[in-house]
């Protein structure tokens, strides 16, 4: 034990964690923290908002497979960062946000900047906490680290009153704790991997369904080598792409409203389907009671998600390389069917769509500058996505080679992460490069963070396709209301070449596809950040996309 002050305690229990970068921004109610900061190792990334705080600590997590963590102060600090721990927490990312705190003494009367972020937060993370004294933090910081990482990974607040943040008192470190009713069980029960791996091996129709969740425990080794085994097709989920090699010839695209041809159909006429840490949300479902025709194997560390959605003929609750691993096992000692016919349908699909899709009309086409960057960029660069169509159009057309290198919010659809998140992405992975691919509206949203980006020294690569309105909102309006455009049209400003320059960025707007492949290979040799603003038609629509409400193979390919 030694005596030290909390905000003291603070930065040993960070260093005894491994924390090495920290993004946040200062505020009243944590200057004694900042304070002891000032004496550390760790890196300070200044944030321009608190929500670009939490999206930077969350690509971070993402990028480095680590725990990402940020700083708020209270009352507004700490309530701009509820978007960005809401979209790591429902996309099990793994991030510790700190907030500040008025004194014990003053909670509950409404002091300056006080929020009741405990309570604000409470649905919205996996755990959180209130520390009263200094001796309480060391614990605090270790348990939240623990929390975040482990099981079904997600996002945990401490919150400090400012008297526990600058009282002295002996202070212990732990080197472990525990908890009551927090168990994790990475181990599936063998008998259920047994009647799994007998379906499996029986199946004609066999598809798996690859979620975030193989991502996150480092199995895509093991799903590439069991889809090999059984020779099934493998979708992925938008949290799963990059499970498996873009390319890969059991690779079927993202399964869902705007997943490809080949995977819906395979999806919905599996006789067998197993999925693996996804919770089956209705971005990937469609309507539920057309989902599919299999005998559904769920695999997932949290027990929750089965049957959430869509019932299972089989759960198998526990670490996804573990099961996947256990049922790699079993099925080398069994004979599997041949498939064949199976194979042959995939062909055919393919060869379907090649005949109905269509990509018409002048100008830059979206699909085209997915091709044309993934040409340009190293296999191992990052991608993030900002979300409508610009997040789509990624990831329908850019391939991805490896996990962790393709990230985007998913379950909460947050437009304006990309950008700050590619930062975070950028921090954990410096010597690779970073893009963002944006859209216009989604990026205005947290352009802010390029002042961040350049004061800092995280150069990335922003692509804006430009339509000058909100692009996925207005394609609904387009497609199924009508054309009655309502609040979409997003005229031309700012001029985002001039904006990044004034942030001391670069900025180009390139005419074509041979400019634009110029812009890239320049922004990749740059030593600050690069927007790259490509203006696009502003009624292009994003394809194929099943219509909301409907079953999968109801895919539509043009409006």
Excluded at 337 to 345: I, K, V
Aim: proline share 6%.
């Amino acid at each position: 034990m030694a005596e030290m002050s909390g905000a003291e305690a603070f930065v040993k229990a960070l260093e005894g964690e491994g924390v090495e970068t920290l993004f946040g921004v200062p505020g009243g109610a944590v200057i004694p923290l900042c304070d002891a900061l000032y004496e550390s190792e760790i890196r300070f990334v200044l944030a321009r908002h608190e929500q670009g705080a939490a999206h930077m600590a969350d690509g971070y997590a993402r990028a480095s497979g680590r725990v990402g963590v940020c700083l708020a102060t209270s009352g507004p600090g700490a309530t701009n960062l509820v978007t960005g721990i809401t979209t790591a927490n429902i996309d099990s990312s793994p991030v510790v946000a700190f907030t500040g705190q008025v004194p014990t003494s003053m909670i509950g009367t409404d002091a300056f900047q006080e929020v009741d972020i405990i309570g604000v937060t409470a649905s919205i993370t996996k755990h959180n906490i209130q520390v009263t004294r200094p001796r309480e933090i060391p614990p605090a910081v270790k348990a939240a680290f623990y929390i975040a990482s482990t099981g079904r990974r997600g996002v945990v607040l401490v919150d400090l009153p400012k008297d526990a943040q600058t009282s002295v008192e002996e202070v212990e470190f732990p080197e472990r704790v525990e908890f009551k009713g927090y168990r994790i069980h990475p181990d599936p029960d063998p008998r259920r991997l047994d009647r799994a791996a007998t379906l499996l091996a029986s199946a004609e129709r066999p598809v798996i369904l690859a979620g975030g969740g193989v991502i996150a425990s480092d199995a895509c080794g093991e799903l590439l080598e069991l889809a090999e085994l059984l020779m099934a097709p493998v979708a992925t989920t938008l949290m799963g792409k990059g499970a498996i090699p873009s390319g890969h010839p059991l690779y079927v695209g993202m399964c869902g409203m705007h997943g490809t041809w080949e995977a819906n159909h395979l999806v919905s006429e599996a006789d067998s389907l197993l999925v693996v840490g996804s919770r089956l949300s209705d971005r990937t479902t469609g309507r539920v009671e057309e989902f599919t025709e299999a005998k559904l194997i769920h695999v997932d560390i949290d027990a929750s998600e089965f049957d959430k959605n869509v019932e299972s003929w089989m759960r198998v609750r526990g670490d996804a390389k573990l099961a996947l691993r256990g049922l790699i096992e079993r099925l080398r000692h069994i004979s599997t069917r041949e498939h064949s016919g199976w194979l042959g349908r995939l062909e055919e699909l393919r060869g379907q769509y090649r005949e109905v899709k269509r990509e018409e009309g002048e100008g830059v086409k979206p699909p085209d500058l997915m091709r044309a960057l993934r040409r340009l960029l190293p296999r191992d660069a990052i991608v993030t996505t900002e979300v409508g169509q610009c997040q789509m159009w990624a990831a329908l057309h850019l391939d991805v080679y490896a996990p962790r290198t393709f990230l985007s919010s998913g379950g909460l659809g947050t437009m304006g992460w990309g950008f700050p998140a590619a930062i975070g992405a950028k921090a954990a992975k410096p010597d690779v490069p970073v893009v963002d691919i944006a859209g216009d509206g989604s990026f205005g949203m947290t352009e802010n963070n390029l002042a961040t980006s350049v004061e800092e020294g995280l150069p990335v690569i922003v692509l804006i396709l430009n339509n000058r309105v909100l692009g996925m909102v207005a394609q609904w309006q387009r497609l199924f209301y009508g054309r009655r455009y309502f609040g979409v049209h997003l005229g031309d400003s700012p001029d985002f070449v001039k904006l990044a320059e004034a942030y001391g960025a670069v900025g180009v707007r390139p005419g074509s596809i041979g400019e634009f492949e110029a812009a890239v290979k320049e922004a990749m040799r740059s030593e600050v950040a690069i927007v790259i603003d490509v203006p696009i038609d502003s009624e292009e629509n994003v394809f194929p996309m099943v219509p909301p409400g409907r079953g999968l193979r109801e895919i539509l390919v043009e409006g």
